[in-house]
C-alpha cells in the first residue's frame, strides 16, 4: 500500500470535495501513517477497468499514466512518448478468455 500523491498533492490538484474514501487505509486502523494510503493495483486488464484510481476520477489510461507519473514519480512530466509507450506495454496485459481478447463493452468503462 502507497500513499497516492508522493511527489504532489493529488488531492488538491483534483479539486472536489474529500470524501471517505479519500482516506484510504486510514479509514480502516486511524494511523496518521495511514492517510491516503491505497493498495497497489494488479495492472492486469488495466485497458478494460476504467475509470481510474479509487475516486474513479480519471478516464483514460493516458491519463492515469500521467497522473502516475506526476504524483508517484520524481519525473513528473514525462514526454507523450514515454506515455504512450507505456499504454502501449499496459494494453499488452489484457488477458483473453477461451481463446478471445477480453473486452469490456460497460460505458462506465469507456
Ligand atoms: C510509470 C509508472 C507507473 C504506472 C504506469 C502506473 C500505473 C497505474 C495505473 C494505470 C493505476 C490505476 C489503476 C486502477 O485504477 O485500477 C495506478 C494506481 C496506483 N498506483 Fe501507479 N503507476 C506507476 C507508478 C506508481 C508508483 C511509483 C507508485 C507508488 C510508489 C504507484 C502507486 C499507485 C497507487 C497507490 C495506485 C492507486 C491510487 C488510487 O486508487 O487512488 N504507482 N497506477
Redesign the pocket.
Known amino acids: 500500500?502507497?500513499?497516492?500523491g508522493?511527489e504532489g498533492d493529488y488531492f488538491k490538484d483534483r479539486g472536489g470535495k474529500l470524501t471517505d474514501a479519500d482516506e484510504g487505509r486510514y479509514a480502516v486502523t486511524h494511523e496518521a501513517s495511514d492517510m491516503n494510503r491505497?493498495?497497489?493495483?494488479n495492472?492486469r486488464n488495466?485497458e478494460l477497468?476504467g475509470p481510474?484510481?479509487?475516486?474513479g476520477s480519471v478516464k483514460t489510461?493516458d491519463e492515469?499514466?500521467r497522473k502516475?507519473?506526476r504524483y508517484?514519480?520524481p519525473d513528473q512530466n514525462i514526454s507523450d512518448q514515454d506515455v504512450a509507450d507505456?499504454v502501449a506495454f499496459?494494453k499488452t496485459l489484457t488477458g483473453r478468455y477461451d481463446g478471445k481478447l477480453l473486452t469490456n463493452s460497460n460505458p462506465a468503462a469507456k
Do not use: G, K, N, R
Open positions: 500500500m502507497e500513499i497516492m508522493l491505497f493498495v497497489v493495483p495492472l488495466i477497468t481510474y484510481f479509487h475516486d489510461l492515469a499514466v502516475m507519473a508517484q514519480t507505456i499496459l
